[in-house]
């Protein structure tokens, strides 16, 4: 039997563009959390700026973020937007884990518009940016370094107009596999779906939406949880972001395969929720 999986979802406090200071709030979140998997809000370190500099795995200002997770035995998976490959197959292996991969202007304000435009997205998103641009990445990060684990696959607006798409992916942790999912990602069920088809335990995204839109992911976690049977957890800012969001939902939630909510963090940034998964409890306990 699997040793039992601790995970955490941070709402950083962050100031856009200040990839310094906010890796700094990371490592406080890490340290914080006291969880084995710590996941994060989408492109966390830069806030969600379209122009922000890429973000490079030997990124020197990761550091205070590795130091936690080597004091902790962390895997923190970390919103940035990072150089290419932006899209194809990738091998990003952190600590103790395996990751495999197969196969927005302001975003993400109605599943039903996702679910129009998804194909045309990924035309569009292909024919502006070369092959191998960069992505809307998750860093994940150990106190071995840190690796692109994973990068959006369902670019949203003006977001293609730099990024390339990625395609689903799955981290494995201490025998725990982990979905990962950026915000449009987890409004498009084909992600989902594409996602479970990989083989999941669980289905972890960062997104960002703004005040009025704090039900959003709640309503996604629980359709994902409904339609694959596995758990979710959601990483929401809190707090200003840059882009455009200048209050955010926060409520970063984790939530069993039966819909639950087993953890929720509040509104205010530097908030953390954490959750314990076993399959002895068969879904999780906060």
């Known amino acids: ?104 202007s302001r975003h993400d304000q109605h599943d039903q518009h996702d679910q129009h435009d998804q194909h045309d997205q990924h035309s569009r998103a292909s024919g502006e940016v070369p092959a191998g641009g960069p992505g809307i990445g998750v860093l994940a990060v150990d106190g071995g370094g840190a690796r692109v684990a994973y990068t959006k696959v369902f670019l949203h607006g003006t977001e293609a107009e730099r990024f390339a798409p990625g395609v689903p992916g799955v981290i494995e942790v201490d025998g725990w596999r982990l979905g990962l999912a950026v915000c449009r990602d987890t409004g498009i069920p084909e992600h989902a779906a594409l996602t479970a088809a990989l083989g999941i335990d669980g289905y972890v995204a960062g997104v960002v939406h703004a005040d009025h839109e704090s039900e959003v992911h709640g309503d996604r976690a629980r359709r994902v949880a409904a339609d694959h049977g596995v758990w979710v957890a959601t990483a929401a800012f809190a707090g200003g972001t840059g882009g455009g969001f200048d209050r955010t939902s926060g409520r970063s939630a984790i939530w069993s395969a039966d819909g639950l909510v087993i953890a929720e963090a509040g509104v205010a940034p530097d908030e953390v929720a954490r959750a314990v998964l076993s399959d002895r409890a068969g879904t999780g306990r906060g």
């Open 1 to 104: 039997m699997r040793e039992d999986l601790s995970i955490a979802v941070a709402q950083p406090r962050c100031v856009a563009h200040d990839v310094a200071g906010n890796a700094v709030a990371h490592a406080e979140a890490v340290r914080a959390a006291r969880a084995r998997v710590v996941v994060f809000p989408e492109m966390s370190l830069t806030g969600y700026e379209l122009d922000a500099e890429l973000i490079a795995p030997d990124d020197p200002r990761l550091q205070p973020i590795i130091e936690a997770c080597a004091d902790t035995g962390s895997l923190a998976l970390v919103g940035a937007p990072v150089p290419g490959p932006g899209n194809g197959p990738r091998d990003a292996p952190a600590t103790g884990s395996q990751t495999r991969q197969t196969q927005q």
